[in-house]
């Protein structure tokens, strides 16, 4: 029996990650989405047969758990009030791009947010088997049936940058200069890998930070990465060290304030001079 949100939250990512292996290799139909209707997805995008089934699967688990709270699906969109206090945010399968070409980088994401705060969330690894948690306050990865507290660090110097669009903060921020900053290249090593499952390993402390422009709140595929990090420590603002999801938005998720201040410093020098 499910009594905690942390627990629901887990069981649903896991449930989700489970039809996602199961149907790894497998000739997966792709259906076009339709931009209007569903959480915040582009034109041109697509989901999989694996992206509808594992949505459901997920759905399944928070429905039977808790029957009345509202729901925001990456692919089936929104049931439930939208003034709700009480809403999951589902990502079933964030890196879809990487799955249809048989790539593991993938994750599956459930996040609860309870008034204004995302108070559990789980952002599962499909094929490493590992969930990485959060009750709000503390976050942890399980694996093996053990639960291991997450410790952000800086020391490998890799930078996850998100390079898909929408680009709201064009022409002065665009993430991808940042790996053609000569000073980035000096201080740290850009990884691109298209999943927000990278989100989580800053948590982890496998990524030392991760840089995205956009607006993200109540975003389906960040809730999750961005309160795991919360929860374990990192410093977390939008990408010009504000408040997260205030003014131009964005996201730069650091594990310690050192990195924090770097990555600033390397958006602030994109900025034209006044």
């Known amino acids: 029996m499910l009594i905690t949100d942390e627990e629901v939250a887990v069981a649903a990512a896991q449930a989700g990650a489970a039809v996602v292996r199961a149907m790894y290799g497998s000739s997966?139909?792709?259906?076009?989405?339709?931009?209007?209707?569903?959480?915040?997805?582009?034109?041109?995008?697509?989901?999989?047969?694996?992206?509808?089934?594992?949505?459901?699967?997920?759905?399944?688990v928070i429905r039977?758990?808790?029957p009345g709270d509202a729901v925001t699906g990456e692919e089936s969109g929104s049931t439930g009030s939208a003034g709700a206090q009480r809403m999951w945010l589902v990502d079933p399968l964030c890196g879809t791009r990487n799955y249809a070409v048989r790539n593991m980088?993938?994750?599956?994401?459930?996040?609860?947010?309870?008034?204004?705060?995302?108070?559990a969330a789980a952002s599962a690894d499909p094929f490493s088997g590992e969930?990485?948690?959060?009750?709000?306050?503390?976050?942890?990865?399980?694996?093996?049936?053990?639960?291991?507290?997450?410790?952000?660090?800086?020391?490998?110097?890799?930078?996850?940058?998100?390079?898909?669009?929408?680009?709201?903060n064009e022409p002065v921020f665009r993430a991808a200069r940042l790996l053609a900053d000569r000073?980035?290249?000096?201080?740290?090593?850009?990884?691109?890998?298209?999943?927000?499952?990278?989100?989580?390993?800053?948590?982890?402390?496998r990524r030392a930070a991760y840089v995205t422009d956009g607006h993200l709140e109540d975003s389906v595929h960040f809730a999750a990465g961005i309160a795991l990090c919360r929860a374990a420590g990192c410093i977390v603002t939008?990408?010009?060290?504000?408040?997260?999801?205030?003014?131009?938005?964005?996201?730069?998720a650091a594990a310690d304030q050192h990195t924090h201040a770097a990555l600033l410093a390397l958006i602030a020098a994109q900025s034209p001079p006044v």
């Open 105 to 119: 980088l993938v994750s599956v994401n459930v996040a609860l947010r309870a008034g204004s705060d995302v108070t």
């Open 64 to 66: 039977a758990a808790r």
């Open 183 to 205: 000073g980035f290249a000096e201080r740290f090593h850009p990884r691109v890998v298209s999943t927000t499952l990278a989100v989580a390993w800053v948590a982890a402390g």
């Open 28 to 60: 997966l139909e792709h259906f076009p989405k339709d931009a209007e209707h569903t959480a915040g997805e582009l034109a041109g995008d697509f989901a999989t047969a694996a992206d509808i089934k594992a949505e459901s699967a997920i759905l399944g």
């Open 131 to 168: 969930v990485f948690w959060t009750d709000g306050r503390h976050a942890y990865v399980h694996r093996d049936g053990v639960d291991e507290r997450l410790v952000p660090s800086s020391d490998s110097g890799l930078v996850d940058v998100n390079l898909d669009p929408p680009f709201p």
């Open 238 to 252: 939008g990408i010009h060290g504000q408040p997260l999801h205030t003014g131009t938005g964005g996201l730069v």
